[in-house]
């Protein structure tokens, strides 16, 4: 890249940047996210945020900058990368990611720690070498900030080069809260209704149209199939890749196997075999459009194989794309606290006990929660009992939950507590 480029290019980066007393739109302030990333900084680890494409990133990414400026960070101490901007085509390689910060700090002559955001790193070829680099330069000190839309963004050599160096969080769409807040609706049964037959990712809500919400659905997901898995992956058989989505989205929270899934496809007349549709099952977890849960034995703390449940990333594909006649507010519900426990940083699990099963098993570290979901209990006494006895049986002394959507709150149940859906965060 010749210096002149580098110039334009530091020219027309500006408006992405807080130089000149420039503020980049922020969006809706996603606290929750930039709290725990900022309580993260001040030291040497490369701050890792992965998600889906369109779950937010870049805002969060734009958010901490701003945060970091407000806390008294010079402006010029803060370099704003994104690779998705046609601005930024020019940096393809470590190299010319390199020349570009040579340039920005001959220009902006920042004094003390540079805090370098690079969205969407994984568009430059070798950046595992100039983030390894930088992030260990005591010289020069500074703060990285990576994004990426692919879980594989750890694998291999950064994770060899950083040996740990590093911190991850996951971006998810909105939760219910955030929706709440951002659209000023009361917490109720009547505002998590609507929350569930709609979709979370951040665009949506300015478009005022189903049919916008639904077109932009089918963009997001055509995008992150084709440029974060076909391309990537080499995908042969990119419909049978979407016709397997489309199965997952239409069984979330169902117990299932790729040896399953692979007699279904056959039963269609689809050719198909174990390995392809468990590599497709895996490009779909690692783009994020899909979760898997593995079961846990409960008494032996040990993950199982075999079955497994898949949830949706975001409800908005069950909502808008793919409406199946055997899925139901339940599987939506299960979904949404899936989604809960893992914004939260837990883990979940599918609990097994015996015969018994529980939603869910999940785990933080040292702590561990036990949550069954269940659309309604108040109607029929059998489905309360039936969603309380996988908990009694369970002897430790971990917190017990259920969950449901009931108008009525049960009382405690010999230590078990039912909560309303969005109670959950709060106790998390």
Not at 72 to 76: C, E, I, N, S, W
Not at 118 to 125: C, R, T, Y
Not at 249 to 263: F, K, Y
């Given at each position: 890249m010749p210096r002149n480029c580098k110039r334009a290019m530091l020219d027309q980066i500006r408006k992405y940047n807080l130089w000149d007393g420039n503020v980049p739109e922020l969006g809706f302030l996603r606290t929750n996210y930039t709290d725990k990333i900022q309580s993260a900084t001040g030291n040497r680890l490369v701050k890792v945020i992965i998600g889906q494409r369109r779950a937010g990133k870049s805002f969060v990414l734009r958010q901490l900058a701003k945060r970091l400026m407000d806390d008294?960070?010079?402006?010029?101490n803060i370099l704003y990368i994104n690779k998705e901007y046609i601005e930024f085509g020019d940096v393809k390689t470590a190299d010319d990611l390199q020349l570009l910060y040579q340039e920005y700090r001959s220009v902006l002559q920042p004094n003390g720690k540079v805090y370098l955001f690079?969205?969407?790193?994984?568009?430059?070829?070798q950046w595992?070498?100039?983030v390894n680099s930088h992030s260990q330069d005591f010289a020069e000190p500074q703060e990285i900030f990576i994004s990426g839309s692919n879980s594989d963004l750890l694998s291999g050599e950064l994770a060899t080069l950083l040996s740990g160096r590093y911190v991850e969080f996951e971006i998810l769409p909105y939760s219910f809260q955030e929706y709440a807040t951002m659209e000023d609706l009361p917490i109720n049964r009547e505002n998590y209704l609507h929350f569930l037959q709609m979709g979370m990712l951040p665009e949506l809500f300015y478009l005022h149209t189903e049919d916008m919400r639904r077109n932009y659905v089918a963009a997001v997901k055509d995008t992150v199939m084709l440029r974060d898995i076909v391309r990537r992956y080499n995908v042969k058989d990119p419909q049978l890749l979407e016709d397997l989505f489309?199965?997952?989205?239409?069984?979330?929270?169902?117990?299932?196997?790729?040896?399953?899934?692979?007699?279904?496809?056959?039963?269609l007349g689809r050719k198909t075999n174990y390995e392809t549709l468990s590599s497709y099952a895996s490009y779909l977890g690692k783009a994020f459009l899909m979760h898997k849960a593995e079961r846990f034995h409960i008494a032996g703390k040990e993950i199982m194989t075999g079955n497994a449940k898949y949830y949706s990333n975001d409800l908005a594909y069950y909502n808008y794309l793919y409406r199946g006649f055997a899925y139901g507010f339940g599987n939506l519900l299960e979904n949404a606290i899936y989604l809960d426990l893992r914004r939260n940083g837990w883990q979940p699990y599918v609990g097994v006990q015996g015969t018994s099963?529980?939603?869910f098993v999940a785990i933080k570290g040292e702590q561990k929660i036990y949550v069954q979901v269940c659309w309604e209990m108040a109607s029929n006494e059998e489905t309360a009992q039936r969603e309380y006895a996988p908990l009694l049986k369970i002897?430790?002394?971990y917190r017990k939950v259920v969950i449901s959507l009931d108008e009525i709150r049960f009382p405690n149940n010999n230590g078990i507590e039912h909560l309303f859906p969005w109670e959950l965060s709060a106790i998390l």
């Open positions: 008294g960070v010079p402006a010029q690079i969205d969407e790193v994984q568009h430059v070829l595992e070498q100039f489309r199965y997952l989205v239409n069984n979330a929270g169902r117990l299932t196997s790729i040896s399953n899934i692979v007699n279904y496809f056959q039963s099963e529980v939603d002897s430790d002394q």
